[in-house]
């Protein structure tokens, strides 16, 4: 037995199937632009993650700096200060007057 479909319903169903394919293309877009805006979202939250790392990283090597240089004795900080700033020339000096004075004997 044959039924016949009323062409109302048939068009309404040619119709609707048109119209999901005539969307899907900017669906599709809708679906990457969503996608890409998420990426670069993340990209950002990971720069400014590594940028405060790289920042508490430098504030702790530049306590550790500070540590060291207050570590220092200061007896032995001005002793090395001295031969740095002297660079041995009393030391030569004297050397120098002990081989003079033994010629002269």
């Not at 040619?14 to 877009?29: D, G, L, S």
């Not at 990457?32 to 405060?52: C, K, R, T």
């Amino acid at each position: 037995m044959a039924t016949t479909v009323s062409e109302q319903i048939t068009d309404a169903v040619t119709q609707t199937n048109v119209k999901v394919v005539a969307e899907a293309p900017a669906m599709a877009m809708g679906t990457i632009y969503q996608s890409m805006a998420h990426s670069i979202g993340i990209l950002f939250q990971n720069s400014v993650s590594a940028q405060q790392q790289q920042n508490t990283l430098a504030q702790a090597a530049a306590n550790q700096g500070v540590m060291q240089i207050y570590s220092v004795d200061t007896g032995a900080a001005g002793a090395a200060t001295e031969k740095v700033s002297q660079g041995g020339i009393a030391d030569n000096l004297s050397s120098l007057l002990a081989v003079m004075k033994s010629f002269q004997s």
